[in-house]
């Protein structure tokens, strides 16, 4: 009976103290049925969920962000103008698929670049990629050397293009990562969010072809192919199936003054769900639930004394941070349980001091990861000594190796200076001594 006792007291110790080390501000994370996944605050690139997000995956046609935002800069360089027609030539469509989207452009149908973007962004109209491709380039390994270009130079580190559309090819692959880093770019172009976010759109009637009716293929923002999946206050971006790549997505939504980014790629499009969807909505819940902007603290807060050299008025300034400083923390996180640090810039800072001067930062850490960082500012003026600073002066220049190696020489060339004065400078004067006294003894000879 009194094991008994033992036992169960020894077991309920320990769930208690399970307890107490696990932290009250975790947040449960959602399950996910994609392969990978990311969510991201826009603001300050916070990593919110993530699953394999630097595992290679196939973007299938999310591949058209990239070919829009291409265009888009030719236009802005003034290559290509938005009302310019471009004719489809009859090599554009030599990598195609039967069963692949389209807008049913033909060889030397005509059609402005506006018209265009709008059919690769809402329609996913792969031929479309191709023809903005030799637009832009001349030609589409032209412009896929152009993408992988601007790949690098967004930081898609595990990213390789080799089409314009994303059909599949083994050769063509990126990750969930390096497709924020594009959204990322893709947000901050304007003329970009405004076709992405087009519900509906008419292309006119074109040489070759009656008016075209648009309708976007993200269900996060329209109803009209898929019913059950908008999401208030998504904004884009692009939606990508093929059979290797699964059901893929790339959003944001905005809610209040933050915007999140949301990645899924390799989602199952079996079932009744179209998971990408539901995954999305599910993630975005979580990023705007659990999560908010909190101040963890004020520019008025003292922070510590630092001390200080060189001045009589006082030994120490008092710091604070430079600006309040906001975070993006668990909902219930107590920010002051934040860990803090504080680096100096010196351990002991020198008079003169201004006040406002910058003498250190502080960095804050939750969960072993850095959440913020603020200049550590001087509270008030310090003045300085003239004879403690002179002084300083000084020995700061009698330190210096070059100065000190200069000194040893001057001290050596002394040295061997008064040994030749003590020693060889004595031992002539006593030569010519004695030759004088032996003239005068010859003179003297002689007198006699």
């Known amino acids: 009976m009194k094991i008994r006792r033992i036992l169960s007291v020894f077991f309920l110790t320990g769930l208690l103290c399970s307890l107490l080390v696990t932290p009250a501000w975790a947040v449960e994370e959602p399950t996910v049925n994609a392969k990978a996944a990311l969510l991201v605050d826009v603001e300050g690139d916070n990593i919110l969920f993530e699953k394999n997000a630097h595992q290679q995956m196939y973007p299938a046609s999310i591949t058209k962000v990239m070919t829009a935002l291409l265009t888009l800069e030719a236009v802005e360089q003034g290559k290509l103008q938005m009302d310019q027609m471009i004719t489809a030539s009859a090599t554009v469509f030599f990598d195609m698929e039967a069963d ?65 559309h994303g059909l599949h090819n083994p050769q063509h692959y990126t990750t969930a990562w390096d497709l924020y880093l594009l959204a990322r770019e893709a947000i901050g172009n304007e003329a970009f969010m405004t076709i992405c976010n087009t519900i509906a759109y008419t292309v006119p009637a074109t040489n070759k072809s009656e008016e075209r009716e648009l309708h976007t293929t993200n269900s996060l923002i329209s109803n009209w192919r898929i019913l059950g999946y908008l999401y208030d206050g998504a904004e884009g971006i692009k939606t990508g199936t093929t059979e290797q790549a699964g059901n893929c997505l790339l959003s944001s939504a905005v809610r209040g003054s933050r915007r999140l980014v949301c990645v899924v790629l390799g989602c199952d499009g079996e079932g009744t769900e179209i998971q990408s969807f539901t995954d999305t909505a599910t993630l975005y819940d979580y990023g705007f639930d659990n999560f908010s902007v909190q101040t963890i603290i004020t520019a008025d807060e003292m922070i510590q004394e630092v001390p200080v050299d060189l001045s009589t008025q006082t030994n120490y300034v008092v710091v604070h941070p430079a ?68 002084k300083y002066q000084i020995e700061q220049f009698l330190s210096k190796t070059v100065v000190q190696i200069v000194l040893v020489i001057l001290v050596l060339a002394a040295v061997l200076v008064w040994v030749w004065w003590k020693f060889f400078r004595r031992n002539r004067r006593y030569g010519r001594s004695s030759g004088r006294r032996h003239g005068r003894r010859a003179y003297r000879g002689r007198r006699r």
Request: contains cysteine.
């Open 100 to 164: 692949g989207s389209t807008a049913g452009i033909v060889t030397g149908e005509s059609m402005s670049v506006q018209d265009l973007l709008h059919c690769l962004l809402l329609e996913s109209a792969n031929e479309v990629g191709n023809i903005l491709a030799e637009a832009v380039s001349g030609s589409v390994s032209a412009f896929v050397q152009l993408m992988n270009q601007k790949a690098a130079e967004l930081g898609m580190e595990d990213t390789h293009f080799a089409n314009t």
């Open 323 to 390: 600006e309040d400083v906001q975070a993006l923390l668990p909902n219930d996180v107590d920010v002051s349980q934040l860990e803090r640090k504080v680096e100096l810039t010196r351990d002991v800072a020198l008079a003169p001091i201004a006040a406002g001067d910058q003498l250190g930062t502080l960095t804050f850490l939750y969960d072993g990861e850095v959440c913020a960082t603020v200049p550590l500012l001087a509270q008030f003026d310090v003045s300085a000594s003239r004879f403690l600073t002179a």
